[in-house]
T-cell receptor, first 118, second 110 residues
Framework: DTAVSQTPKYLVTQMGNDKSIKCEQN?????MYWYKQDSKKFLKIMFS???????INETVPNRFSPKSPDKAHLNLHINSLELGDSAVYFC?????????????????FGPGTRLTVT | GQNIDQPTEMTATEGAIVQINCTYQ??????LFWYQQHAGEAPTFLSY????GLEEKGRFSSFLSRSKGYSYLLLKELQMKDSASYLC???????????FGQGTTLQVKP
């Protein structure tokens, strides 16, 4: 009955490799997000998809490519991994609405994927 | 530009009250969230303010002043389990985009 799930939880890989992280939500939300949390705990938005359409694309190297096969899934593929990519990556989901209530925008976060690049 | 400031660390005593401040300057504002994050875990929702004033939820309350670009999270009757990071986040625009502050690490001591 997990709301937002991510796999894998831990990922250790070498520089130059390509890796993917998967995210799934069973909350019926229409919007999903990828965040990066660095060693200083700063949480920063990377991408967001609404109904499979990319709506947020922050200044992220094009080695990072999100893909949303359907509303319940958002994957993140990273090419040519670098040392600076080491971080915790969180997936989140929410329901977008025109009404300004917490229900509209509250984001539910997955457990995170700790990526270590050596 | 986008800027959200919170103190980096705070310490308080079990049973006491602590206030964590957050100031923001963002290009858009559609509301302010507070999240709690325990070490090694995901952020979890605590509170949301879109109008000025105080929102109370059990031991936790959150205040917002839009004219001052200021919010605070008030934690009462502190418990050891409240030791965590508290993240202030501004909802900017209509895409659900949250801009997070650096987080405040709260340590509750016996």
């Amino acid at each position: 009955d997990t709301a937002v799930s991510q796999t894998p939880k831990y990922l250790v890989t070498q520089m130059g490799n390509d890796k993917s992280i998967k995210c799934e939500q069973n909350l019926g939300h229409d919007t999903m997000y990828w965040y990066k949390q660095d060693s200083k705990k700063f949480l920063k938005i990377m991408f967001s998809y609404n109904n499979k359409e990319l709506i947020i694309n922050e200044t992220v190297p094009n080695r990072f490519s999100p893909k949303s096969p359907d509303k319940a899934h958002l994957n993140l593929h990273i090419n040519s991994l670098e040392l600076g990519d080491s971080a915790v990556y969180f997936c989140a989901s929410s329901r977008l609405s025109s009404t300004s209530t917490s229900e509209s925008y509250e984001q539910y976060f997955g457990p995170g994927t700790r990526l270590t690049v050596t | 530009g986008q800027n959200i400031d919170q103190p980096t660390e705070m310490t308080a005593t079990e049973g006491a009250i602590v206030q964590i401040n957050c100031t923001y300057q963002t290009s858009g504002f559609n509301g302010l969230f507070w999240y709690q994050q325990h070490a090694g875990e995901a952020p979890t929702f605590l509170s949301y303010n879109v109008l000025d004033g105080l929102e109370e939820k059990g031991r936790f309350s959150s205040f917002l002043s839009r004219s001052k670009g200021y919010s605070y999270l008030l934690l009462k009757e502190l418990q050891m389990k409240d030791s965590a990071s508290y993240l202030c986040a501004v909802h900017s625009g209509n895409t659900g985009k949250l801009i997070f502050g650096q987080g405040t690490t709260l340590q509750v001591k016996p």
